[in-house]
């Protein structure tokens, strides 16, 4: 089963506010992602988790703050978010972070910035 | 120059075509390489990894050319379930790194 799930699917949030995206997976994975995709764009990679340490920050604004809390579980806490923040927030696993495995992504969260 | 270029389409097929995509990578050290495909508003789903010495999955073939650092994605007898956006996307080995192309849009016509 290459299931990866994010909650939530939908989220509207005033510049004031803090939330936060889960992602899980059960594939047993090692390493996991965020990313951040604009409409009629690829995904940009933000974060890499590898046996829960933060491997690669893509120099992400600090108003964007992953946590690990274990090697299923990956969040990414929001806090005092622009506009231009509004995308598809896409997580990924993969078997380890070396390049020859693949990635599969969650159906990822839609987030709006007002 | 882009790191992973490809013709972003839009491709208009009508079903039963055969379709042809093609991508290049400009980093020699590049190690890993995919097809991904993704439908409107959902998430990239992975279609197929691409080998050095090509590799078939049903209707779907994947060459990979190392020397021209070339990809390619044949899709034979299209269906209209296959329109979608398909992204090459290449990995150097630099920690999980993607580097995903702009996308070929493709659209399957009755």
């Known amino acids: 089963d290459t299931e990866v799930t994010q909650t939530p699917k939908h989220l509207v949030m005033g510049m004031t506010n803090k939330k936060s995206l889960k992602c899980e997976q059960h594939?047993?994975?090692?390493?996991m992602y965020w990313y951040k995709q604009k409409a009629k764009k690829p995904p940009e990679l933000m974060f890499v988790?590898?046996?829960?340490?933060?491997?690669i920050n893509e120099s992400v604004p600090s108003r964007f703050s992953p946590e690990c809390p274990n090697s299923s579980l990956l969040n990414l806490h929001l806090h005092a978010l622009q506009p231009e923040d509004s995308a598809l927030y896409l997580c990924?696993?993969?078997?380890?972070?070396?390049?020859?495995?693949?990635?599969?992504f969650g159906p990822g969260t839609r987030l709006t910035v007002t | 120059r882009k790191e992973v270029e490809q013709d972003p389409g839009p491709f208009n097929v009508p079903e039963g075509a055969t379709v042809a995509f093609n991508c290049t990578y400009s980093?020699?050290?590049?190690?890993?390489f995919f097809w991904y495909r993704q439908d409107c508003r959902k998430e990239p789903k992975l279609l197929m990894s691409?080998?050095?010495s090509g590799n078939e999955d049903g209707r779907f073939t994947a060459q990979l050319n190392r020397a021209s650092q070339y990809i390619s994605l044949l899709i034979r007898d299209s269906k209209l379930s296959d329109s979608a956006t398909y992204l090459c996307?290449?990995?150097?080995?630099?920690?999980?790194?993607?580097?995903f192309g702009q996308g070929t849009e493709l659209s399957v016509k009755p």
């Open positions: 988790y590898s046996y829960e340490k933060l491997s």
């Open positions: 980093n020699s050290a590049s190690q890993s």
């Open positions: 594939m047993g994975h090692r390493a």
């Open positions: 691409v080998y050095s």
């Open positions: 996307v290449v990995n150097h080995n630099q920690g999980g790194k993607l580097i």
């Open positions: 990924a696993s993969s078997q380890a972070s070396s390049g020859a495995y693949e990635q599969y």
